[in-house]
């Protein structure tokens, strides 16, 4: 019986993407944009492993799941782009990227990240929005990221910070909006370069009183914390202005009664933003 024949015409989709690849080998251009190319395997993409002397490469708005350690291989890479993609897991090699300054891997479906992941030697951007994250994702060495500038972590499922935190001494940007914080940590505080903090669409109540020690009102410095269920005299003042509430919660009045506010402490007010539905979760979602 005869068989058919095995068709060596390439998928559209591998087309695309060996397209692109082979456009780059030949002008050399050290850019490489595959966005949108509906990518689910880096098999796709024959010989990008090799391809050294790329120094972006962006693969966002594809359906990659899984991320070869040999992405390591691509040594001078300075900015990797993931946005939108199926990711659940991260190899460890990616850490070990001696060139990589700005890492996008928001909008997938990450709970964890691998050990050893504080290991980037020169990262100073790290956006991890709308994942699955929480403080139990964190691996023991991530806080020793001191080279970096901007941490994006909202939409995920944090109720609180690792008070490791006030160790990203360079941190000048920090976004924790949409999150489930019941509480920030003290340590924020010092965050002396911080000039950017989004705790907007939490469960807080009340602030540590070391964040006034913080530049947040100059006119190059922003504080969002609306969408919060704060006590009385924090909303009082949230309705002036920001530069109100800095104000007061640098006073010994707030002082006074954020300690006693912690000592007496009851339940977290409930969470009010239902995340079942949340496309991260949606593993089978295509």
């Known amino acids: 019986m005869n068989q058919a024949p095995v068709s060596c015409i390439p998928s559209p989709k591998m087309s695309k993407a060996k397209k692109v690849l082979d456009e780059a ?3 050399g251009n050290p850019e490489l944009d595959l966005m949108e190319k509906g990518i689910s395997s880096f098999e796709e993409m024959p010989g990008l492993l090799n391809m050294t002397n790329i120094t972006r490469l962006t693969l966002s708005h594809n359906k990659i799941v899984d991320i070869p350690p040999g992405l390591a291989n691509l040594v001078n890479l300075e900015i990797l782009t993931l946005f939108n993609n199926h990711i659940e897991e991260l190899p460890v090699s990616l850490s070990s990227m001696p060139k990589l300054r700005i890492l996008n891997l928001g909008m997938n479906r990450l709970n964890s990240l691998p050990r050893g992941f504080g290991a980037f030697p020169v990262l100073e951007v790290l956006d991890l929005s709308y994942n699955n994250l929480n403080e139990e ?3 023991a ?3 020793i990221l001191d080279t970096l500038r901007a941490l994006y972590l909202g ?3 944090f109720e609180f910070i690792p008070p490791e935190i006030g160790q990203l001494k360079n941190l000048q940007i920090l976004v924790l909006r949409d999150n489930d914080l019941i509480e920030l940590p003290k340590e924020i505080g010092d965050l002396t370069r911080l000039r950017e903090l989004h705790i907007q669409g939490n469960r807080l109540t009340v602030l540590p009183p070391e964040i006034g020690q913080l530049d ?4 190059k410095s922003v504080l969002k914390m609306d969408y919060n269920p704060w006590v009385a005299p924090i909303a009082d003042q949230l309705q002036v202005g920001i530069s109100h509430v800095i104000d007061y919660i640098r006073s010994e009045t707030y002082r006074y009664l954020f300690s006693r506010h912690i000592s007496v402490r ?3 007010p409930p969470k009010y933003i239902d995340k079942t539905n949340k496309m991260s979760r949606n ?3 295509n």
């Open 25 to 27: 080998r030949s002008s």
């Open 137 to 139: 994702s964190f691996p």
């Open 141 to 143: 060495n991530f806080f």
């Open 155 to 157: 939409d995920n499922d």
């Open 216 to 219: 947040l009102v100059s006119n």
């Open 266 to 268: 009851g339940p977290p």
């Open 283 to 285: 593993r089978k979602n």
